[in-house]
């Protein structure tokens, strides 16, 4: 009876250790895409953000895309609050620290906090710059760039709108 235990648990989990590869195949494939995913707590597959993301913010959050300039809503947005990542909700930026840089995407001047996001260098289209990325999910959020003059840090985070959502302060 012991054995016939054993059999059946063996050929169960058969089908969850070939499930478990194949989960580990596309995260592989990913890394090329969207360098080591296996470091950030929030681990999806491809699948699942797909289904939890609509088009645009995929392409963005997921495929490192950008919005087109004055597309978002919260480029003019001055409310109270705080801007969070659209696919894992952690809180990225607080109001107070957004400046209107004429730039056509929303921009701040400092993160809510130093790890809230993580600072990737990258090197397409031809640039150096520095991605950022949230810290949780390592969904793509936009680029930092050293030239905030009048802000107080120097600095400018240029963050697509489509990858954050807002919490206004109540
Ligand atoms: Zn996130």
Known sequence: MKNQWIYFVVLLSI??????QSAKDSVNNKETK???ID???VKKTDEDWKKELNAEEYRVLRE????RPFSSEYET??????????ACGAE???SNTKFDAHCGWPSFYQSIDKSAVKEIEDRSHGMTRT???CAKCGGHLGHVFN????QPTGLRYCINGVSLGFKKKE
Do not use: H, Q, R
């Open 15 to 20: 089908p969850a250790i070939a499930g478990c």
């Open 34 to 36: 969207m360098d080591s």
């Open 77 to 86: 947005l001055w409310d109270s609050g705080t801007y969070v990542c659209k």
């Open 64 to 67: 490192k895309g950008t919005e």
């Open 147 to 150: 030239d905030g003059y009048d």
């Open 92 to 94: 990225l930026f607080k």
């Open 131 to 133: 991605e950022v990325v």
């Open 39 to 41: 470091n950030y707590p």
